[in-house]
Structure formats: C-alpha cells, structure tokens
C-alpha cells in the first residue's frame, strides 16, 4: 500500500483531498493539527509517532526528523542496495509528502510581531520533509499548493502521476522554500520594515532593504518626521536618482514618479528657486532632492510650502531647526555619490525582469547636428539640462528647458504629440532660449511642427526612425536646430 504524510499549517481542502487519497489506496500518516483536522472527520489517519515509534518532543519541534521519515522519502527505487537497507532497519517507502510551511511571512506582517514570535514560526521539518522528497521527485510526489491537490488525485485515477509532472512540482517546492527562507533572512537581519499601507490604503506594503549603503534610500538617514509610507519610498528614489546626474548645485521635485520641476544655479538656493519657479503649482505635497546641505535660507523656502519630503547630503543645524516646526515633514539625509547596484527588478505576475539600471548617456562630443541651423551656447546647455531630465520622465515624454530650470513636462502620453502639447500648455515661458527634448525619436513630423508653432528653436532627440528625414525637413522648414543623440531613454 502506498503512504503519504499529510503535515499542512493550511488546511484548505486537505480533508477532502485525504479522503480521495485513502479511496485511491494510500495509508495516511500525519501530526499535529493536521492529524486531529483528518481524524475528526472520520478519515482514517495514523500518527507519523506510529510509524517513528518516537513521540513527539519538544512542543513538537521535533516529530518527523527521523530515518523512518526521511529513508522512506529519500531511498532511491532504481538502487537496490537503498531498497536492502530500508528492509534490514524496517523502513517502509514514504511515495507522497503534503507539506505546507508554518506562517512565518504572515506572523511578521504584525508590526507588533517580537521576535519570539517569529522564532517559534520557523518551520524545520516541514522545509526538510519538502526538500527530501523534491530531490526525490522521481520517485516521490511533493505536494507544497493546495490547488494541486485536485489535479493530483485525477492523475492518481487516470495513472498520469508520471515523473514529468512530479518535477513540475518539485519546482514549485523549492521556490516555496526559498522564498521562505528569504522572508527569515529579511526578517532577522532587519532588512524588513512593515509599511502602513502599500500605493493605496487597502494593499498592505514592506520595504525590504537589500542594501544599508548611505547613498541609498534604503540606508538613508531619517532625521524628522513619520514613517515613509510606500508612494514616498519611490517618489524620493526617483528625485535621488535624477539630481544625482548634476555636478553643478541642483534641485529636483518629483510628484506620482515623474519630475515637476528641476533647476540648476550657482548654489542649492538658486537651484531650489528655479525648480520651484518651474511648477509651483505641482511641488505643493512633493518631494523635493537636492544635491548640496540646505541652509537656513533655503530651510526658510522649503518651510513656506507643504512637502512631503527633503533629501539632501546635509541639514545645517538652523536649517533642522526651522523644518522641525512641522511635525510631519521627512527629512533624509543621502550621500550623493553614485551607488554601486547597477541592476533593477521589476515584478510581473509569475516572475520578475532584470535589467541594467539606464545610467548610459551621450557626451555633448558624440551629439550630431542634423539639420542645418546650428544651436546656440545658450540653446546647447537648454539642450544638455533638457536631456538629462528626459530620462527621468514616464514615456512618451517631453521636456521643454531653457539653460537653468525645466519650462514645461508633459509625461506618461500614449502619443508624443500629446505630450509636447501638455508641456507647451504648461510652460511658464516660451523663448528662442527655450528648448525640447524627447526620450524616444519622432516616427514623423508632427511632434517637431507642433513645437515649431509654438515658438520652440532647438530640440533634442534619439533619432533612429526609418522617417527621420521628414523631422528634420520639418525643422529645416521653421529654422529649427535638431540635435540626434543616438540613444534613446524610455521609461515606463
């Protein structure tokens, strides 16, 4: 008679599917709550203490951790010397192992959680039990989701329990125990911080910390303020990835992801004023980075308006002393310097993608002038602001800059000439000193004439289009310089 050990912290349908086992001629062993849950129901189920001949010990942390568990799961059937040894120690063969793991990442998600909570739901012989018997897969069926069970027992009835489904599941056995395994390691190396919500009030959210480098969010020093909630985490990483691209002093705002101003000057105080100048209308509950300490009379401007956080290298103390008057505002003092981790993870359902962090860019060298008006000094340094701001922006995006702030955003259009219309629209000023920038190329000329009527002069962009001709004739056409640099900058 084939034997399975039942040993489930979730229980949902485990009853139900012990039954079918029992009518397909399995002989049941269980512990714990599981047993009681299948022997309370008239499912006949024997103790796994019976087929140890050990009883439990230990508030039963120690109940499967024996030979006559694991030599069952773990001989091999195609060796027949396994097979011998199991016989001379009395051994019988384990074909089935139902294991679902102690609630760990559940019991954590409690921020009242301590620390002996989490201890004592650190499952050992459920993860060993799996682990075992998905070595074993050519022998053994490892059960770990209880939405298998139905497909298992028609398998079980039509004979289909072959070896190729018996690996599918292993895989799902060890991505189960590693994603556990990982949950304790977040856990206990303090790397996990329980959020008060995720985007919206009803998803719950974590802020797990791979990194406590000071150059990071992650390892950021918090000197006021209440917890970041999950929108400040991204928001502040996406200003401290953009005004760490200027060497000169430099402000960025960002609100919903996307920048809403970013100045430059001849110091912090100056740059703060051109960003707001760019949009105050967006900064009002945003993020604000900046890549030089705030000052007391920068302090002063920040404290007039509501925002929600300041990053900076450092506060002076009479800078602190004035921000402090709000109760809530988050100050978090970053490194500037460029951090090491070059890759970022983004989740999709059923996985992830992996992919080089986008901190290429084109020297002002390796630019080519496509068309036949040639852009100014103070055109080319509109050009090279607009160009590094384009790339923080959600795509389709266009930048309109002058040689000292961004003038106008437009972000995240299904077509670019949507988006160069938000910007015009919102431009706080339109001269031959202010330029565009695109972060992908014009597949036609349309987006260049629309810039063209509003006044715009010089324009930025990848070029790549099997029509790029038509955007430069265009330009041509208004007395337009255009500028190609070769690479383009989509975000999404």
């Not at 485990?14 to 299948?38: C, D, H, K, N, P």
């Not at 790397?191 to 008060?196: A, D, H, K, W």
């Not at 949507?418 to 910007?423: R, T």
Request: aromatic share 6%; with cysteine; charged share 25%.
């Amino acid at each position: 008679m084939k034997k399975a050990i039942l040993s489930v912290s979730d229980k949902t349908g485990i009853v139900q599917f012990a039954q079918s086992l029992v009518e397909a001629g399995y002989e049941l062993y269980s512990t714990g709550g599981t047993f009681r849950a299948i022997d309370e129901s008239g499912v006949k189920v024997t103790s796994v203490s019976e087929l140890t001949q050990f009883e439990e010990i230990m508030d039963g942390r120690v109940k499967t951790l024996h030979p006559a568990v694991h030599g069952g799961i773990l001989a091999d059937r195609d060796k027949p010397e396994h097979l011998e040894q199991l016989k001379g120690q009395n051994i019988d063969l384990i074909d089935m192992v139902v294991v679902n793991l102690y609630p760990f990442k559940e019991t954590v998600k409690n921020p009242d959680v301590t620390e002996m909570d989490a201890i004592e739901n650190i499952d050992i012989g459920g993860p060993t039990m799996l682990r075992a018997a998905a070595k074993n897969f050519k022998h053994v069926t490892t059960i770990v989701d209880p939405t298998d069970y139905d497909e298992v027992i028609q398998r079980i009835q039509n004979d289909t329990l072959d070896e190729t489904y018996r690996k599918s599941l292993m895989i799902k056995v060890f991505q189960h125990t590693f994603e556990y395994d990982q949950a304790i390691t977040q856990f206990f190396g303090h790397q996990l911080e329980q959020l008060r919500y995720g985007e919206n009030p009803q998803q719950s959210a974590q802020f797990i910390r791979t990194s406590t480098a000071k150059n990071t969010i992650a390892g950021a020093t918090q000197l006021h303020g209440k917890q970041l909630s999950y929108n400040n985490i991204k928001d502040a990483d996406a200003a401290l990835s953009l005004v760490k691209q200027f060497e000169q002093p430099a402000a960025v705002a960002v609100k919903h992801m996307n920048p809403c101003g970013v100045g430059t000057g001849e110091n912090i105080h100056e740059a703060y004023t051109h960003a707001y100048e760019a949009d105050n209308q967006s900064i009002f509950g945003g993020i604000v980075a900046l890549n030089r300490p705030v000052t007391a009379e920068l302090a002063e401007d920040l404290h007039a308006i509501f925002l929600e956080v300041v990053i900076a290298p450092k506060f002076e103390q009479a800078a602190l002393d004035i921000l402090q008057q709000k109760k809530n505002i988050r100050l978090l003092e970053i490194e500037m310097t460029e951090e090491a981790d070059t890759t970022e993870f983004v989740s999709v359902s059923g996985g992830y993608l992996v992919q080089d962090k986008d901190r290429f860019d084109v020297a002002q060298a390796d630019m080519k002038v496509v068309t036949d008006v040639e852009p100014t000094k103070a055109q080319w340094e509109a050009l090279l602001l607009g160009w590094k701001v384009v790339k923080s922006v959600k795509s389709n995006a266009i930048v309109l800059a002058n040689d000292k702030q961004t003038v106008g955003i437009g972000a995240g259009q299904m077509n670019r000439v949507g988006s160069a219309k938000i910007a015009i629209e919102r431009a706080i000023e339109m001269n031959d000193n202010v330029v565009l920038a695109s972060d992908g190329f014009f597949p036609m000329g349309d987006t260049v004439e629309t810039a063209a009527k509003a006044g715009i002069k010089a324009i930025i962009q990848p070029g790549g289009s099997i029509k790029d001709q038509d955007s430069i004739d265009m330009a041509n056409r208004y007395g337009i310089a255009m500028v190609t640099t070769g690479m383009r900058h989509f975000k999404h």
